[in-house]
């Protein structure tokens, strides 16, 4: 079945940097769409930024310059680098997937079970 794994999570000071990893199974990996979410307290999940399997990128626009998503097919990981980190960055940062359309013109969004991201003033 499919498995997203994430981790890199953890504490940082305003102005540093984490790596999130998201390792992924269970799938044809090259062929997915592969993006982070994020959900605050309080908040609703929101797209950080996302990798089309065409390698096609996109980020929300508070994170443009300062957060870099990548992908590695052959080790099925997909990575958010984020620098410059703000408080209001902090969240629970989670991995997704979503399918390619089937033959009903359907696509599947899968999840990992997030990684708690938090960061000091």
């Known amino acids: 079945q499919v498995q997203l794994v994430e981790s890199g999570g953890g504490l940082v000071q305003a102005g540093g940097s984490l790596r999130l990893s998201c390792a992924a199974s269970?799938?044809?990996?090259?062929?997915?769409?592969m993006s982070w979410y994020r959900q605050g307290l309080g908040m609703e999940r929101e797209l950080v930024a996302a990798?089309?399997?065409?390698?096609?990128?996109n980020y929300a626009d508070g994170v443009k310059g300062r957060f870099t998503i990548s992908r590695d097919n052959p080790k099925n990981t997909v990575y958010l680098q984020m620098n410059s980190l703000k408080p209001e960055d902090t969240a629970v940062y989670y991995c997704?997937?979503?399918?390619?359309?089937?033959?009903?013109?359907?696509?599947?969004?899968?999840w990992g079970q997030g990684t708690q991201v938090t960061v000091s003033s």
């Open positions: 997704s997937a979503e399918s390619p359309r089937d033959s009903w013109f359907r696509k599947y969004r899968y």
């Open positions: 269970g799938f044809t990996f090259s062929q997915y769409a």
């Open positions: 990798v089309e399997s065409a390698g096609d990128h």
